[in-house]
């Protein structure tokens, strides 16, 4: 997941990276880097503070990505702090960055979640990669079977839903597939 997410980072950086003055050039590479290290370990750490209703609703789409947004909050909080002690950059600066990516990569991101014809990003991919062991990822899925029964997600009807739900969904229509049936869309 984490080189998908270079990409959609790479992707964004023109303006906001790039064509901005105030990153000096030498540094556009890194602070690429830095950015994508911290959405990933960003939402790392919200999966790991038990936020998984938190990245439920980031998936859904049916909260704004933007700077009113916790998760986006969170994050740009983290990457401006760490643009500004790993690249010199001022506060305004270091900010400005931060907003600029973090809100247009997430929307980008969750985009290609909810995409059935992209197969770039899946739930189980997710889950397994920001969770880091089997307890958040267990946890993740406690979220989603809470949530998932009321939805149908049940897709082999043993009574649960669990991650063969799950990757039953994602072969059948990605991570869109199981997010419109959790969330009706």
């Known amino acids: 997941m984490f080189e998908q997410l270079t990409q959609l980072v790479q992707q964004y950086g023109g303006d906001a990276v790039v064509n901005n ?12 880097k830095e950015t994508s290290s911290s959405i990933f370990s960003g939402l790392q750490k919200i999966a790991s503070e038990g936020g998984a209703e938190q990245l ?32 010199g950059l001022s506060s305004a600066d270091s900010a400005g960055v931060a907003s600029g990516m973090i809100p247009q990569v997430l929307n980008s991101l969750v985009n290609k979640a909810k995409d059935p014809n992209d197969s770039s990003f ?24 809470k949530y998932g029964m009321q939805f149908g997600l049940d897709q082999n009807n043993d009574g649960k839903v669990d991650v063969a739900d799950a990757v039953s969904l994602t072969k059948s229509g990605g991570l869109g597939g199981l997010l419109g049936k959790l969330f009706g869309k």
């Open 122 to 145: 899946n739930i189980s991919d997710i889950i397994s990669s920001i969770s880091g062991n089997s307890g958040q990822a267990s946890g993740i899925m406690d979220t989603i079977n």
């Open 21 to 32: 003055a105030a990153v000096p050039n030498e540094h556009n590479e890194a602070v690429i």
């Open 56 to 87: 439920a609703g980031l998936f859904n789409g049916t909260s704004k990505l933007d700077s009113s947004n916790p998760v986006v909050q969170q994050i740009t909080q983290q990457l401006s702090g760490s643009l500004g002690e790993k690249f």
